[in-house]
């Protein structure tokens, strides 16, 4: 394990718990000894109860599939309250929102006592169009401080609000809409990315076109485009929001109320709406986020992911609102209008920590260092990175040339399933290793197992699950609990599967080493290889399609996609217009955040008698690596692959 040198001391005074590796060691066992007294004494520090909780948790890995296990479900709260009135006593005029616009320098802040009033204002207009607690509400938006408003205005009411990425299309956000039964959408005009616009209520109009159960769209108006606006439907913000009461009473939910859902890919069928709940999930969105990143008082907190992901969720919204941390929105890029835009970010609003994706490391570190060395990166103290294994090379472009080798980088793993991060550095602590997500947070209980739920011991590889849950774990999936407890429960019994694979050194420290399912990573986003396959065969030409990843330099995995054509269809020298017609497919069903990046013709899939594809094949082949493709003697065709690899370019 080659290490860097830990930097300065935490500063006196700091509220972090964990300063030293003893600390963590010490806090690690505590809270495996006694997870309940652990949890229930983090949830009465941070949280701000109506009525505090007594009980742990309630349940189990081995009887989730009776059930949902619970966290402090005899406690009574609502999270807003934790967000924002409890930080009115001392920090009314702090700055709790950030934001910085589409243009360089395009600023709004929001006091504390500014965002609880708009919050209020925006839970009394969504009461006047009729949302009631527990019911669900989609928020169809770009980065704008008005999103966040709005799943706080949510959280107020008690309602349930599912964010949808604005890169997904009218299709996925029907599919949304539908699964979660939602009766309100809240949208803008249009999102703004780098001088592009992003037409948000056109797309929301088209997937509500028809969908008798929403009777609201609330939008928001960003860019000023002509929209249209459907009467007794469709409300202005500007009219409902504006010009309602900044008093309200927060509506008082049961920790084990769902706060929201998010809807995320897996290895089979569609999108799951992964639910998580108010009590466990505000506690550790607000323990991880202190701990991890060494939160003071004076931060300058800076996570540039989108609210429509889980990251978002967690680390621009709820987590440090919680701790009452200035936290900033980026509706933007990171290459507008130049490669230097974070960096400028960083100098102009002094930003301390910074937490970003490999993937925008990347791409940024391709571009030169002068974009960065011209800004004054002087307040930084904190790196953070999330979303897939983070190579090396990348991790000491971010660590020496960003963070002049003065800031401790957190590399944090962590799923939209675990609410929060669970195995990272905890700064400035944790001795670091490049490409290494080290150890796990106290409270946090992951093992190494082999196909037969083996618990492996020392240094070894394995499938990456969880002993013992935790209070930010998701409780269910949305409407088809079934499908929680066979997706995470069934491979493993007793344990969480990940879906990751995991090596462990000799220091017990974790390396990530990506999904062992049928998960693709691209770009820090997480894509089904099902969905996309699914999308694919919708278009007339194509008969059949499979759908695997390879290593990309910049987005970490691309797409590639092996095609089985309808018979009589010939796409001569067409090739590039057919691929585009099939991109558009995708574009339609999925939305712009789903691309193939390869195509590939082949006569046939490789297929065992079953008729199961053998994506082993298909995946080394798509690395370019044909050496070693193990035993195909049970394919029901073998021919085929001798078909696909010279069809690659490859030789076997
Ligand atoms: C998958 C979860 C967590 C918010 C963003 C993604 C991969 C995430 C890391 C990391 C290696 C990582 C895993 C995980 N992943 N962080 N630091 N190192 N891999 O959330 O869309 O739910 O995806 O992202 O494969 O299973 P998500």
Avoid at 27 to 34: G, I, L, R
Avoid at 150 to 170: E, T
Avoid at 371 to 380: G, N, Y
Avoid at 623 to 628: F, N
Wanted: proline residues 6%; aromatic residues 8%.
């Amino acid at each position: 394990m080659s290490t860097h040198p830990v930097p300065s001391r935490v500063q006196e005074g700091s509220p972090n718990p964990i300063t030293t590796m003893h600390a963590w060691r010490e806090t690690w066992m505590q809270a495996k000894n006694d997870p309940d007294a652990f949890w229930l004494a983090e949830a009465h520090a941070r949280v701000h109860w109506r009525t505090p909780p007594t009980e742990g948790l309630r349940g189990s890995y081995h009887t989730v599939g009776d059930g949902p296990f619970s966290w402090f479900a005899d406690g009574r709260l609502n999270v807003t309250e934790t967000c924002l009135d409890a930080n009115l006593g001392t920090r009314a005029d702090k700055v709790a929102i950030l934001w910085e616009g589409d243009t360089p320098g395009e600023n709004r802040t929001l006091t504390y006592a500014e965002l609880a009033a708009e919050v209020n204002k925006a839970a009394s207009a969504l009461v006047s169009l009729g949302v009631q607690k527990g019911e669900r509400v989609i928020i169809y938006m770009g980065m704008v401080p008005e999103a966040a408003i709005a799943m706080l205005a949510c959280a107020r009411v008690g309602a349930v609000h599912s964010v949808v990425f604005g890169g997904f299309s009218a299709e996925a956000l029907r599919d949304r809409i539908r699964d979660c039964d939602a009766r309100v959408v809240i949208t803008q005009d249009e999102g703004l990315r780098g001088q592009r616009t992003i037409p948000l209520k056109a797309t929301a109009d088209e997937a509500v076109q028809g969908e008798k159960g929403v009777t609201h769209q609330l939008v928001y108006r960003r860019t000023g485009a002509d929209v249209t606006m459907v009467a007794g439907r469709d409300v202005w913000w500007h009219d409902v929001v504006e010009t309602a009461s900044a008093d309200f009473e927060a509506v008082e939910c049961a920790a084990e109320d769902p706060l929201f859902i998010l809807y995320t890919s897996g290895s089979t069928g569609r999108p799951k709406g992964v639910v998580h709940t108010c009590g466990g999930y505000i506690t550790y969105a607000s323990y991880t986020h202190q701990t991890v990143f060494d939160l003071r008082e004076d931060d300058v907190y800076a996570c540039v992911a989108d609210v429509g992901w889980i990251t978002g969720h967690t680390y621009i919204v709820y987590g440090p609102l919680a701790n009452g941390a200035t936290t900033l929105m980026f509706e933007s890029t990171p290459l507008y209008p130049d490669a230097g835009r974070y960096w400028d970010m960083v100098e102009r609003h002094g930003i301390t920590i910074f937490y970003t994706a490999p993937t925008a490391i990347r791409a940024l570190a391709a571009m030169g260092d002068d974009f960065v060395t011209r800004a004054d990166r002087s307040t930084l103290r904190v790196l953070g990175t999330v979303g897939e294994p983070i190579n090396p090379e990348a991790w000491e472009w971010y660590y020496t040339v960003v963070g002049a080798s003065r800031c401790t980088i957190v590399d944090t793993w962590w799923q939209t399933e675990t609410g929060g991060i669970m195995i990272t550095p905890v700064a400035p602590a944790t001795p670091v290793a490049p490409g290494a997500a080290t150890l796990p947070l106290p409270g946090i209980q992951p093992v190494l197992v082999n196909a037969d739920n083996q618990v492996l011991h020392g240094p070894v590889s394995g499938h990456l699950c969880m002993e013992h849950p935790w209070p930010g774990q998701a409780r269910t999936v949305w409407g088809d609990h079934p499908r929680y407890v066979s997706t995470y429960f069934s491979t493993y019994p007793g344990r969480y599967f990940t879906g990751d694979g995991c090596r462990r050194d000799a220091s017990g420290y974790h390396w990530i080493t990506g999904r062992v399912d049928d998960v693709l990573n691209v770009s820090g986003h997480r894509m089904g290889t099902a969905e996309l396959e699914s999308a694919l065969v919708s278009a007339d030409s194509v008969a059949e399609a499979a759908v695997v990843g390879y290593p990309h330099p910049i987005k970490g995995q691309g797409v590639y996609a092996y095609i089985v054509l309808q018979p009589g269809v010939d796409i001569g020298d067409s090739v590039e217009v057919w691929q585009k017609a099939l991109n558009g497919v995708v574009r339609t069903r999925i939305g712009a955040v789903a691309r193939v990046d390869k195509f590939q013709v082949v006569p046939g899939l490789p297929k065992t008698r079953s008729g199961k594809v053998m994506r082993r094949i298909l995946r080394k082949v798509a690395e370019g690596d044909v050496s070693r493709l193990g035993d195909v003697s049970t394919l029901a065709d073998p021919s085929v692959v001798d078909a696909i690899i010279s069809g690659a370019g490859l030789s076997g």
